[in-house]
């Protein structure tokens, strides 16, 4: 694999340069494999017109595209080409969008939102999605970070965009009023000539959601946005008659893929839901969803919800954001009869990069590299360790970590490696398996304790509902081992209790891990993706 392989690079359509600009120097991007025929793409490419406008040409356009779980609103292909059109149209015309000009898309999970997401890619713009949480502040290191000069928001998030108190242009969508942006375009022309972009011009600015407190905001082409669909098919095997549906935020690059870019990418249709939790299990019963994307707590919380609705129609779950733990998997299979594919995917690596399914999964194991993606697991000075030594996580793969005027690219792309930050270890058979963040790795008396560990142990009690482990100052062993542990309903914390867990986790893996402290507590802080924040435990304690 040479130094870089940046694939097929095309003449650039941005007018505005800002993103090619700033993008890191080449000597200090990722290796990058291309050399595959599924990913041979054209120089010049706009992924919008490749997952809409030609799913038109292919005969899809009468064929269900996304639609709104409570029914509010759907799209066939055709219908969203069309629609997305006329907003292109406006943002051109009237809003004066020009090519490589970063927008804000602060939104919800709906229809509107995925409209407006591709008329953005298709008049040459630059998406940055942001979740519906985030307040003020929050927007306003996203502004000012990317230069954003224009927000299109969702018309009940426009307040948080307004506080930001900042220059950028404001429009609403999906409310009511000659202002509101489906209104405009609702006149506009449903034809639109989409901007002939190069394979690798940008088209998305990700920030990363936050485990550490300081996000990152990475860069991606248009031809990522492809490539990680077709390297993830040959295991999630999607067909055209699948009804995809989750819980991530769209602005999330997990919620992104799963919920829009996979589906669109073999003409099969998916169900939006804009909070998670039982409005998710009413629309798989809803709409017969066959696909779930969501991340492992959800997957731990419908197992108490399940006798209420009607999931049988569901047949492949997809878990990530966090690693799966063997109980949630085994108990889920149980359950519903489903092997959940787990997988690890990185806002820097776009999506999902190691995975299994089907007859390959194996539990407790994240899986094998995807197709095109090549994984080691290596020491301090990037040497390839043994089958079975803990070490860091080093990947090259189509896609790669590209920060934003970041002087963590140095940190995260070390000789070619995009170093995720997670300590692994790979078997005899190429399976690799998560151990921990790397700094959630507890050095206690000597022992390397991985917290992930702990918790899938704890997990395996009848009593917790969810937990998170984190290494806490002890004077005497350096560190020491505390739970955080959220009882099932009904189940009141008390001394005992918390001995009772103490022993149980004693017998069921090495004595020494088990944790030293536990406190009962009514929730753990989440991002909206559903990873817990453990530096804010860490900070606590």
């Known amino acids: ?288 969803a066959t696909i779930c994307f969501t991340a492992p707590t959800a997957y731990r919380s419908m197992l108490d919800m399940m006798g209420e609705y009607d999931l049988s129609s569901l047949r492949k779950g997809v878990s990530a954001g966090e690693t799966l733990p063997e109980p949630t998997f085994r108990l889920f299979r149980e359950a519903t009869g489903i092997s959940l594919i787990d997988g690890i995917g990185s806002t820097e690596m776009l999506h999902i990069f190691i995975s299994a399914s089907g007859e390959e999964i194996r539990p407790g194991a994240t899986g094998k590299p995807l197709p095109g993606v090549d994984a080691r697991v290596v020491g301090e000075d990037l040497e390839e360790l043994a089958p079975g030594e803990v070490g860091r996580l080093g990947v090259r793969a189509p896609m790669g970590c590209r920060y934003l005027d970041d002087s963590r690219q140095k940190e995260y792309v070390q000789g070619g490696w995009n170093l995720t930050g997670d300590a692994y270890s790979v078997d005899e058979d190429g399976y690799f398996w998560f151990h921990a963040r790397a700094d959630d790795m507890i050095i206690s008396s000597g022992y390397n304790i991985a917290g992930p560990e702990v918790e899938a142990s704890l997990l395996k009690h009848p009593a917790v509902a969810e937990c998170a482990v984190v290494g806490v100052p002890d004077e005497e062993r350096g560190r020491s081992i505390k739970a955080f542990v959220v009882l099932r309903e009904g189940i009141g914390p008390n001394d005992e209790l918390a001995t009772e867990l103490q022993e149980f986790v004693k017998n069921d893996i090495a004595p020494y891990k088990y944790p030293r402290r536990v406190e009962f507590v009514d929730s753990l802080p989440k991002t909206e993706t559903g990873k817990i924040q453990r530096f804010k435990l860490r900070e606590e304690a």
């Open 1 to 288: 694999m040479p130094a870089v392989d940046p694939g097929p690079t095309g003449v650039s359509a941005h007018v505005d340069t800002f993103t090619r600009d700033h993008l890191p120097p080449v000597s200090q991007w990722p290796e990058m494999n291309w050399d595959l025929e599924m990913l041979d793409y054209p120089a010049q490419l706009n992924c919008a017109v490749e997952l809409l406008a030609k799913a038109v040409e292919r005969g899809w356009g009468e064929r269900s595209c996304t639609s709104a779980a409570d029914g509010s609103v759907a799209y066939t292909y055709g219908q969203l080409d069309a629609v997305s059109n006329q907003i292109a149209n406006v943002l051109v015309d009237e809003l004066g969008l020009i090519a490589g000009n970063r927008v804000l898309l602060h939104c919800f999970n709906n229809p509107y939102a995925v409209a407006v997401w591709f008329a953005i890619i298709k008049a040459g713009g630059v998406v940055v999605a942001t979740m519906p949480l985030l307040r003020s502040g929050e927007l306003r290191t996203i502004i000012d970070k990317a230069h954003i000069g224009l927000a299109l928001t969702d018309h009940r998030l426009g307040e948080a965009v307004e506080g930001t108190q900042s220059d950028i242009r404001m429009v609403r969508y999906g409310g009511e009023g000659d202002d509101d942006l489906l209104a405009k375009a609702a006149s506009a022309s449903t034809s639109f000539q989409a901007v002939d972009t190069a394979a690798d011009d940008v088209v998305l600015l990700a920030f990363t959601s936050g485990t550490t407190g300081v996000p990152k905001c990475t860069m991606h082409f248009h031809r990522d946005v492809l490539a990680i669909a077709d390297i993830f098919s040959p295991v999630l095997e999607p067909t055209r008659e699948d009804v995809f549906c989750g819980s991530p935020p769209l602005a999330f690059t997990f919620g992104l893929g799963g919920l829009v870019i996979f589906p669109m990418r073999v003409g099969a249709s998916t169900v939006l839901t804009e909070r998670p939790g039982p409005p998710l299990l009413q629309a798989i019963q809803d709409h017969s």
